[in-house]
């Protein structure tokens, strides 16, 4: 009996399964990666990007692409006319700025904390007063390879720190006034004559321990050296003539001008060995044509 219901009870489960409708299944969306999705993430970044705000000013996105890339706004001339911030054109780190090889025409303007300045083999034909009026903190400057023909009185008047200067392989016809804590001062290679060399140019200069004249035009060797130099080049001008008291005293056969380790002369249509009491107090010879 138990056997017949149990029977009975299956054929009725299995008839309402089978007349049960089918379930129907869910579709689910198909997404195609890395193209509408990506896509339309792409599109919102870009929108929220059109503004970058730097340093509290909004520069937009194509500004600052075009200064990356645009080889035409890299060929511009950076002159202080150019719009091109000065660190965007040469190379500022930690106090220092690195303009070399960039043709500029002009000494671009620098962060204030600037202490060593290298603008070889520019195009810069001259500096004025403003270039560093308020820049007191530099220590070093070096102009070699331009083509500098004036410097304004007091260019360098307010830089009371600064030990080197080099004005090398440049067109000067004359000296500035040079600051008075320099160690050394460069202008070989120049069209500099005794004329263009105030009688007291170097004595203030009490520091000063590398001077180089060599490859001008002088005539004569500068007057009123100061007792700090060490290395003096002179080689190859139009030196003729050598006094008792270019180098030394001649009111007194004891002195000893003990610093200077080095003069070169070589190169200049002067006999040295007919200015000998010129040398007396001198360690070594100067370097040049004796006989």
Do not use: W
Not at 8 to 14: D, H, P, S
């Amino acid at each position: 009996m138990k056997t017949l219901q149990t029977a009975v009870l299956l054929f009725v489960f299995v008839a309402l399964v089978n007349s049960a409708p089918p379930i129907q299944q869910e579709s689910l969306p198909f997404y195609e990666y890395d193209t509408d999705v990506t896509m339309g993430s792409q599109q919102d970044y870009e929108m929220q990007s059109k503004d970058i705000r730097k340093d509290g000013t909004n520069i937009s996105l194509d500004t600052s692409l075009s200064l990356q890339g645009d080889d035409g706004e890299r060929n511009v001339p950076p002159t202080k006319d150019t719009n091109l911030p000065t660190c965007l054109l040469c190379v500022c780190l930690s106090g220092s700025v690195y303009c070399e090889e960039i043709d500029i025409e002009a000494v671009p303007p620098l962060p204030k904390e600037t202490a060593y300045l290298y603008a070889r083999f520019n195009k810069i034909k001259r500096i004025a007063v403003s270039d560093f009026a308020d820049i007191t903190t530099l220590r070093r400057i070096d102009f070699s390879g331009n083509r500098i023909e004036e410097i304004e009185d007091g260019a360098f008047s307010k830089l009371l720190l600064l030990e080197e200067l080099s004005l090398a392989e440049n067109r000067l016809m004359k000296l500035p006034v040079l600051p008075p804590k320099l160690t050394s001062f460069n202008a070989n290679q120049n069209r500099i004559k005794s004329r263009g060399i105030k009688a007291n140019a170097f004595k203030k200069l009490t520091n000063l321990a590398y001077l180089y004249l060599g490859h001008n035009q002088l005539e004569s060797v500068p007057l009123n050296l100061p007792e700090s130099l060490r290395i003096l080049h002179l080689q190859h001008n139009n030196i003729t003539t050598i006094t008792d008291d270019t180098f030394c005293k001649s009111n007194n056969t004891r002195y000893i001008r003990s610093s200077m380790d080095e003069i070169r002369m070589e190169g200049n249509p002067i006999l040295l060995a007919k200015h000998v009491n010129a040398f007396n107090c001198l360690r070594t010879l100067p370097v040049g044509t004796y006989y």
